[in-house]
């Protein structure tokens, strides 16, 4: 559970540099991730999409570039994210609190959110607004850090998160603290079975995780039946 306020300034701070700065950490595996994510939701077929927390639009970028006659929405609450997502081409963009979205119940039979949820102020009441606005049987499609299991592995993700990820950043976007926090917010950060359930006490039902990379990130989908 963040704090809004220093969470909308961490992202207007790095916004320009966001992009490149993830490539550059996840040697180009989250390109590999949102393809992989985006895969999922194009199996579901859908026709409403809306992008929570889209950031600099690179999940509503693949989705209409694996299914591009879709109507997406894409919202974030920080302005300058989204302007590096509007200067990429994305169009449909409304400026937005994920945890207060400005759509009737019932509105898309797809909800994404790559890398957001982990930052909302409450993830419970995030997922239960995400729920608000799908269509009965549509689905939510999360994916965001986790952990690794296999111990040996963790340990040297865990010395490369907190120990090399924050000094090359810093020297990248000159905001060191703001890598930090994504090393702290992700050892907070249920995953797993725990996020399974926590989707699950918001109304979902089908509850699936997918782990990517060893456990780096996963993929959750829940139904909203
Ligand atoms: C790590 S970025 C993820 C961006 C993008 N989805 C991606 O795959 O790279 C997190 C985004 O969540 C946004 N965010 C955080 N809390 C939010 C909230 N309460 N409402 C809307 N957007 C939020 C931030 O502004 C930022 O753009």
Not at 66 to 84: G, R, S, Y
Not at 106 to 123: E, H, K, P, Q, S
């Amino acid at each position: 559970m963040q704090d809004p306020a220093f969470v909308k300034r961490a992202f207007s701070d790095i916004a320009d540099s966001y992009v490149l700065t993830n490539h550059v950490l996840s040697f180009g595996t989250d390109i590999l991730w949102r393809r992989k994510f985006v895969r999922g939701v194009k199996a579901d077929e859908p026709i409403h999409v809306l992008d929570v927390a889209t950031g600099s639009g690179d999940v509503a970028k693949e989705i209409l570039r694996q299914c591009p006659d879709i109507d997406v929405v894409a919202t974030d609450f920080c302005q300058p994210m989204l302007a590096t997502a509007r200067n990429s081409g994305l169009t449909n963009l409304v400026v937005a609190d994920g945890m207060q979205l400005p759509f009737d119940n019932a509105a898309f039979d797809i909800v994404t959110v790559a890398f957001g949820l982990r930052n909302m102020a409450c993830w419970k009441d995030a997922l239960s607004e995400w729920r608000r606005v799908l269509k009965p049987g549509g689905k939510l499609h999360v994916l965001d850090f986790s952990q690794p299991t296999w111990q040996p592995f963790k340990r040297i993700y865990l010395f490369y998160l907190h120990k090399v990820l924050p000094k090359i950043a810093g020297l990248l976007t000159g905001h060191g603290s703001a890598y930090d926090y994504l090393s702290n917010s992700i050892n907070q950060f249920p995953h797993g079975r725990a996020m399974c359930a926590l989707i699950s006490e918001a109304g979902f039902t089908d509850v699936s995780a997918t782990p990517l990379s060893g456990g780096i990130a996963a993929i959750y989908v829940g139904l909203a039946d």
